[in-house]
């Protein structure tokens, strides 16, 4: 992890909001990119985990019933991963209406061509195909993304890369909103990146994601992790044992950088392959052993929460009443630096 000082003042406990956009089930890269990160920050840190349902119908709106039905899955999984709902408040977008009142302010704050040059945007509009038939609230989700950061003053996101353009929408939102009632009510944040900020999928594409099927789930058993190994390139030159075989683009080392602890063995073992006499199946069971045992735990854990949904739902309804408290003191922060405030 990076390290960053972002303490205002000595006695501050950092306060930290993340999240993610309830489409599915979350994957091995939301563990290594950001997950794993979460579980650690939670006892340095004041923190906030947003199930994004409404961000996630901004592009969904034909899916709205995967949308909601996912809150639970993805909740599961920060269970699974170690999420402790004493230490972290996990809450729903959707249920705090403080968000959406932010929102609306905030969006005041920013010209459509500052959305359209986002390029985080950009890359998704043209990876959805959008053109003028994009939805208007998928234009404007970064602006949404600056309200639930700011509405918990939280100065450290952690996110993956991709996420960086939103954490700079945010903050010159928040620079034009304080200078606009010229006090510091919004705060600003820093993005906290992982070292691995995206894994691949197992097909060696750039990035793991359920919609190109080439993800390993949380939750996955033990049969679906091996096929997946195995279903992993290694170096498509590599025919006979005895050949030297790639090491670089080569999809099972690429996710041995990132699962195998021991450095100096890893080393040795890409020295092998490199001169020849290491056979594919070596270094997938190698790499499969790793995985099997990241996930069985998760795996478990998250069968044992899946049992009793009504004790997940009532943690949840617990952390979002926390979080519209918190949102709902920035409102009227803001409201009241606005002017928006005719009856007190
Ligand atoms: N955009 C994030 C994702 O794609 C989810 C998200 C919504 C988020 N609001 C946020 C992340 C605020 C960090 C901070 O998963």
Redesign the pocket.
Known sequence: MQTISVTPSPAAKPIV?????TTGPLHLG?YVGSLQARVRLQHEAEQFL?L?DT??LTDNTGQHRKVTESVIEVALDYLAAGIDPQQSTMFI?SQVPELAELSQLLLSFVTVSRLERNPTIREEIRLRGFERDMPAGFLV?PV???A??TAFK?NL????D??LP??EQ?NELVQSFNRCVGQDVLVPCEALLSKVTRLPGIDGKAKMSKSLGNAIALGASAATIKKAVNRMYTDERHLRIEDPGRVNGNVVFTFLDVFEPDVVSLNELKAHYRRGGLADSVLKRRLESHLQELIRPMREARERYAADKGQVLCMLRQGTAKARERAAATLGEVKRAMGLCYFD
Do not use: F, K
Not at 17 to 21: A, H, I, K, Q
Not at 157 to 160: A, L, T
């Open positions: 909001l993340t999240g993610d956009r939301h947003l994004a961000q996630a977008q989700y949404s993304q600056a639930d950061i939280a996101v952690p996110v993956g991709d996420q939103m954490i945010a």
